[in-house]
């Protein structure tokens, strides 16, 4: 079956301070990878996606994640974060073509002035 | 923009009572999605569904029903509440083809 795992529920850090939140995926097909984000009493939205080609890529608010097939990861990092970046992170999954999405635990930014 | 709306933002039910979640999409979305979301669980699907009438069993489906009767309005129903599906439930929708989900606000249903 396939898996997303979060290794980290919480992550504080400090403005300013550069940032990695990690996640690994199990799965004996190619997958398509995707990095949600979800800001305090809203919905879930699209912050960026791996679906084939280079595996650095760039999405919104200066977030970039590495897809490392060997290592099964697809790590997220910002070189520097803003007090605005304070939200929970979800990594998720799709088999291609399954259609549906499998998410990991979540990730808690918080971020200290 | 893409607009995906759910009817309550809270709700508080009692036991046993019959509960309707309402999610509307207006992007002619043909995939729709409701998942539910609890603390160190992440979110998981409970149901989805590929066209008008059609559903699928998600990860969770037990004590849980859906009803797509038009393309932009998928409905969760819980049949008989109960304090363990106390939970925020996010409704979600995809084209199909450009691999991204759009959610809703989410609605904290609270069973008592």
């Known amino acids: 079956a396939q898996s997303v795992t979060q290794l980290d529920s919480q992550v504080p850090v400090f403005e300013e301070a550069p940032v990695e939140l990690r996640c690994n995926y199990s799965?004996?097909?190619?997958?398509?990878l995707f990095w949600y984000v979800q800001y305090p009493n809203q919905g879930l939205q699209l912050l960026l996606k791996?679906?084939?080609?280079?595996?650095l890529v760039k999405g919104i608010n200066g977030f970039e994640a590495e897809f490392n097939k060997s290592q099964t990861s697809f790590h997220l990092r910002k070189p520097s974060v803003h007090i605005s970046d304070t939200a929970e992170y979800f990594c998720?999954?799709?088999?291609?073509?399954?259609?549906?999405?499998?998410f990991g635990q979540g990730t808690r930014l918080t971020i200290n002035p | 923009d893409v607009k995906v709306t759910q009817s309550s933002r809270y709700l508080v039910k009692r036991t046993g009572e019959k509960v309707f979640l309402e999610c509307v999409q207006d992007?002619?979305?043909?995939?729709m999605f409701w998942y539910r979301q609890d603390p160190g669980l992440g979110l998981r699907l409970i149901y989805f569904?590929?066209?008008?009438?059609?559903?699928e069993k998600g990860d969770i489906p037990e004590g849980y029903s859906v009803s797509r009767e038009k393309k932009e309005r998928f409905s969760l129903i819980l049949e008989s509440a109960s304090t363990n599906q106390t939970s925020m439930y996010l409704c979600?929708?995809?084209?199909?083809?450009?691999?991204?989900?759009?959610f809703g606000p989410g609605t904290r249903l609270t069973v008592t």
């Open positions: 998720a999954a799709e088999i291609q073509g399954a259609q549906k999405l499998v």
């Open positions: 569904s590929y066209d008008v009438k059609m559903k």
């Open positions: 979600a929708s995809d084209s199909g083809g450009n691999y991204e989900q759009y």
């Open positions: 799965s004996s097909v190619s997958v398509y």
């Open positions: 791996y679906l084939s080609g280079s595996t």
């Open positions: 992007m002619d979305h043909e995939n």
